[in-house]
């Protein structure tokens, strides 16, 4: 039997990495608020701990076959560095982001809500695209200093830790990820952001993105020698 080519492996791997991300992120704040219907912090707790530890398992699961990104603006980091070849972008980001529609979807029927209910929450303030500036320039920015310190092993956990506390520290419950932008509309639920709140959510991070390359670049100049290890080493042939 014709094994698949490796291409379409690490499409499937992004996909499927993609839609358990978001079923995590969707599916606990929901479970959050029917679990804690009257404590908006514990909700959040929750939520938090909830995908702090999903993303670590799922970049283990399949960051050997795809580096486990699950994230767009990881994948153009990784390109502009020289890790990822074009044709591997071209297939990375439709799938991440058919991966979040799906997860989504999956997350409203798990708890019986209809498959699609656009999100009504506004997230619309410039502190929360200060937020979202932030949390993403410190995403690249940890990721591409633990490839180059030859410490690629760790960022499973690295990752899942600095979501984890950013669900915190920033005012925007760190989205940091232009897929989980577009995935969350879908959802009017704990995780949901409006349409309308997407654009500048998506410019910010995409600010941050560039930002934290730049700072990657002057920190770490020989990081383009090792960027093929982002964000988990590929072991599988």
Do not use: C
């Amino acid at each position: 039997m014709r094994q698949p080519t490796i291409v379409v492996r690490q499409a499937l791997a992004e996909f499927l990495g993609s839609a358990g991300l978001v079923t995590v992120v969707i599916g606990s704040g929901i479970a959050a608020q029917r679990l804690s219907p009257d404590d908006t912090g514990l909700q959040l707790l929750e939520n938090a701990l909830a995908t702090g530890a999903g993303l670590v398992a799922l970049i283990l699961a399949f960051g050997p076959v795809s580096w486990g990104h699950f994230n767009p603006v990881i994948t153009l980091a990784d390109r502009f560095f020289g890790g990822l070849p074009n044709r591997s972008v071209a297939v990375y980001l439709p799938a991440q982001l058919v991966g979040g529609v799906v997860g989504a979807l999956l997350a409203n029927l798990m708890f019986g809500l209809p498959a699609v209910t656009i999100s009504g929450k506004d997230r619309s303030a410039s502190g929360l695209w200060l937020s979202e500036a932030l949390a993403t320039f410190g995403l690249v920015l940890l990721v591409f200093a633990l490839v180059r310190a030859g410490r690629a092993a760790l960022a499973p956990f690295a990752v899942g830790a600095y979501i984890t506390a950013a669900y915190w520290w920033s005012s925007s419950t760190s989205f940091a990820n232009p897929m989980i932008d577009v995935a969350r509309t879908l959802s009017d639920t704990f995780a949901g952001i409006a349409p309308s709140s997407v654009p500048m959510f998506l410019l910010a991070q995409l600010v941050g993105g560039a930002a934290g390359v730049g700072a990657v670049a002057v920190l770490y100049p020989t990081v383009r020698a090792v960027a093929e290890d982002v964000v988990v080493p590929k072991e599988i042939p």
